[in-house]
């Protein structure tokens, strides 16, 4: 069974630039959480959709959204970027949601803002 | 509000050593606690996952935690380490909020170093 995969994997953008990100599930998972990896805050959870709609929502200013398509592939927007936004942004998916159901991580996508 | 605390961002261990790594966790109620690896340009990867079963808990790769509520910890170990388990960990913590749904709370990482 295929992984989760993220695409793209790097992406260097400027400062005020807005940037999509996308994460494909595995295949079945109907939950697609998302988290931002700084080496100084460490992971930290950004939302999470089930079957198209935001579940739960972590504290990120309101340029952080993201959306559920039918078939479970989940995108990512960031608007107006800011150099604290460079990080490491990995999806992870799940059959039913974060609860006692293990996330399956994605390598990330790299994003590196100038 | 849920939180994890990792001791030791670096722990450095020699091959066939004992592997600790330490993880506590604060929660109002009963958590449900995960331990992640993350190999160098990789994603996270589930060693194993404490869900109110047994306190002693066995994943992969040789790897074993033990849940102590008396002590909110649930740390990690490996009787003999190998050059291959060089990377970070993780320690996570799965908590119901104000509604019904969970939030998922990591550590900060703990990176374990294997010498020769």
């Known amino acids: 069974k295929a992984g989760v995969t993220q695409t793209p994997r790097y992406l260097i953008k400027t400062r005020g630039q807005q940037v999509t990100l996308s994460c494909s599930p595995i295949s079945g998972h109907r939950s697609v959480s998302w988290y931002q990896q700084t080496p100084g805050q460490g992971l930290q959870f950004l939302f999470e959709?089930?079957?198209?709609?935001?579940?739960n929502k972590g504290n990120f200013p309101g340029r952080f959204s993201g959306r559920q398509f039918s078939n479970s592939r989940s995108e990512m927007n960031v608007s107006t970027l800011e150099l604290g936004d460079s990080a490491l942004y990995l999806c992870a998916s799940s059959l039913v949601g974060v609860s006692t159901d293990t996330q399956y991580f994605g390598p990330g996508t790299r994003l590196t803002v100038l | 509000a849920q939180s994890v605390t990792q001791l030791g961002s670096h722990v450095s261990v020699s091959e066939g050593a004992l592997v600790l790594l330490r993880c506590n966790y604060s929660?109002?109620?009963?958590?449900?606690l995960f331990w992640y690896v993350q190999y160098p340009n990789q994603g996270l990867q589930l060693l194993l996952k404490?869900?109110?079963?047994?306190?002693l808990v066995k994943g992969i790769n040789g790897f074993e935690a033990e849940f102590k509520k008396s002590e909110t910890s649930f740390h990690l170990t490996k009787p003999s380490a190998h050059m291959s388990d060089a990377a970070e960990y993780f320690c996570?913590?799965?908590?119901?909020?104000?509604?019904?749904?969970?939030?998922?709370?990591f550590g900060k990482g703990t990176l374990l170093t294997v010498n020769p």
């Open positions: 996570a913590v799965s908590v119901k909020g104000g509604g019904s749904n969970y939030k998922l709370t």
């Open positions: 929660s109002s109620v009963p958590p449900y």
């Open positions: 404490y869900t109110s079963a047994a306190t």
């Open positions: 959709y089930f079957s198209e709609t935001q579940r």
